[in-house]
Nanobody, 126 residues
Framework: QVQLVESGGGLVQAGGSLRLSCVAS????????MAWFRQAPGKEREFVVF????????YYADSVKGRFTISRDNAKNTVFLQMNSLKPEDTAVYYC???????????????????WGQGTQVTVSS
């Protein structure tokens, strides 16, 4: 079992920045691929970004490419999402997710992740 706890959400003006963190329980964090998803009110949950267990591979949704950066610190069981140039349409609850590493299309946005955090609210005002 892996437990995930997100933090770092908040209210920010358009053009501002936030840094989300997701801390995972357990001692085998590097064996898990991680991803961030988000869900806006009245909309379906959408994929945001993926990072492999080693941190060597990442994949971004087009909507955040060039503005968001994912990273991880396996020694601290933590994955980060640096969000810059935020837009009102980035407003959503952001969730981190974990799944055991795999080699076949690990970055696929439709991948099923086994473990999810409780989410953290990000609100971007115009």
């Amino acid at each position: 079992q892996v437990q995930l706890v997100e933090s770092g959400g908040g209210l920010v003006q358009a053009g501002g920045s936030l840094r989300l963190s997701c801390v995972a329980s357990g001692r085998t964090f590097s064996m898990y691929d991680m991803a961030w998803f988000r869900q806006a009110p009245g909309k379906e949950r959408e994929f945001v970004v993926f990072i492999s267990g080693s941190g060597g591979s990442t994949y971004y949704a087009d909507s955040v490419k060039g503005r968001f950066t994912i990273s991880r610190d396996n020694a601290k069981n933590t994955v980060f999402l640096q969000m810059n140039s935020l837009k009102p349409e980035d407003t959503a609850v952001y969730y981190c997710a974990a799944d055991r590493t795999r080699s076949y299309r690990p970055w696929a946005p439709g991948r099923i992740y086994d473990y999810w955090g409780q989410g953290t609210q990000v609100t971007v005002s115009s």
